[in-house]
């Protein structure tokens, strides 16, 4: 007896409080991610951790930072995605759990290098300046916006390519 569980996209059973490795499945995860909304909606139009994830893993240099800056937020897919003022540590608890399945199924290190944090604080500048309206108070980001803009696509295509990206890094 796992304990409770959720159905997964392509209809596998899946523990979040008792995650392996051989429970998750990439399509899952790419299906999942396209259509959980960044800032938890409140952004200008839809944009989608997959597509985040995906420019994250762009924005790294090294194969490996390039496969956790994909992976970096994988976890989502199975446990939502809880804005940052509102994580607990039983929720980061129970994130690193899955985020430890997820690691040991596709054999990347977690947690992940300051690579990928700066890639992901710097992707994060650049959502607010893009996808955001005008900040009411200071966001207390210490990260330099990178300078290409973002153009947010539709689930589908983020799907696409974030799966696209993972057979790129991950062959």
């Known amino acids: 007896m796992r304990g409770p569980w959720v159905q997964t ?8 409080m008792s995650p392996r490795a051989e429970d998750v ?15 938890n909606g409140h ?6 951790v997959a597509q985040h994830s995906m420019l994250v893993s762009e924005a790294c240099e090294t194969r490996q930072a ?3 800056g994909l992976m970096h937020d994988a976890a989502e897919a199975y446990v939502g995605d809880v804005v940052r003022p509102l994580k ?7 994130e690193a759990g899955v985020m430890a ?8 290190v977690h947690p992940f290098s300051s690579d990928v944090s700066i890639a ?3 992707m994060l500048a650049t959502e607010a300046r893009d996808l955001m309206l005008p ?6 980001l210490r990260a330099e916006p990178y300078p290409d803009r973002i153009v947010p696509v539709r689930s589908q295509e983020a799907e696409r390519m974030f799966l696209d990206r993972f057979e790129e890094v991950f062959g």
């Open 101 to 108: 399945a997820i690691a040991a199924r596709w054999g990347f």
């Open 120 to 122: 992901d604080n710097r």
């Open 25 to 39: 499945c990439i399509e899952d995860i790419a299906h999942a991610l396209s259509l959980i909304c960044r800032f």
């Open 66 to 68: 390039q496969r956790c």
């Open 88 to 94: 607990t540590r039983s929720h980061e608890g129970i």
């Open 135 to 140: 900040a009411p108070a200071d966001w207390g």
């Open 9 to 16: 996209f392509t209809g596998r059973q899946f523990w979040p």
């Open 43 to 48: 952004c200008r139009g839809f944009y989608s």
